[in-house]
């Protein structure tokens, strides 16, 4: 599943104070500071990229084709983050932080790149919108963290727009899916058929289906925990400023 809202939604297992006790060395930092860097410079790319098409065009039908590579490239991109968690330089879960990469990934290529009728969907624009907003203040807020100069408004933003952008996230998401069935249906995509020399069968209609039931358990899982995060960091920010 895809998580925004990261999606919009990824869970906050890099927070400050996991970052400063458990923090990389001096050329794990360099790198992940640039790593965040661009991606956050690529996801400002794709928000540019949106608003100057709206611009052009006047209407939002159709801006999916204005961002389609650099979603493509820097949504992949983030396949890298998996193997940050597995080196141990970021303190993150190796399994979670794989869902919620490989989820989107898979949103991104297996649906939305492999079913291009669904490309001018408004479902598509909606998770797109969340995943571009969601990522923008997610890579900046690493940035600064690193960096050890991280601006409250960042915190704030990090911690608070995740209510509206993970569920407009996974709306968006869950639509698009829905509206890849009948395609994928009509057409066979991804299946495997009996007979054949492996003895296996795989019916790719019947797996996205499952995929769209799976957010039913793991969709408020995940939306909770970044609500108790939210309390826990805001919290805590408020008790500093107040010992200050």
């Not at 400002?44 to 204005?66: D, W």
């Not at 600064?144 to 933003?157: D, G, T």
Request: overall charge positive; some cysteine.
């Amino acid at each position: 599943m895809a998580a925004p809202a990261k999606g919009t939604s990824r869970t906050a297992q890099n927070d400050v104070a996991s970052i400063k006790k458990k923090g990389p060395g001096a050329l794990a930092t360099a790198y992940l500071v640039i790593y965040n860097v661009v991606m956050t410079a690529g996801w400002l790319v794709i928000a540019v990229g949106l608003v100057r098409a709206y611009l052009s065009k006047g209407s939002y039908h159709g801006l999916y084709y204005s961002i389609e590579r650099p979603l493509k490239f820097f949504q992949t991109g983030a396949l890298l983050e998996i193997l940050h968690c597995a080196v141990g330089i970021v303190p993150s879960s190796v399994v979670l932080t794989g869902f919620q990469v490989m989820s989107r990934v898979f949103l991104t290529w297996a649906v939305t790149h492999s079913v291009r009728e669904v490309q001018n969907e408004d479902s598509v624009l909606l998770f797109v919108v969340a995943w571009t907003v969601t990522e923008i203040i997610r890579y900046s807020f690493y940035t600064f963290s690193l960096l050890n100069h991280l601006p409250y408004l960042i915190k704030w933003a990090r911690y608070t727009l995740f209510i509206v952008l993970y569920p407009m996230g996974v709306t968006g998401e869950l639509l698009t899916i829905y509206a890849a069935l009948p395609y994928v249906q009509k057409t066979g995509l991804y299946s495997v058929t009996l007979p054949n020399k492996y003895n296996f069968s795989f019916d790719y209609y019947t797996f996205l289906i499952l995929v769209m039931v799976s957010y039913i358990p793991l969709f408020p899982q995940l939306y909770f925990h970044m609500m108790r995060q939210r309390k826990k960091v805001l919290a805590s920010g408020e008790e500093h400023k107040k010992s200050n």
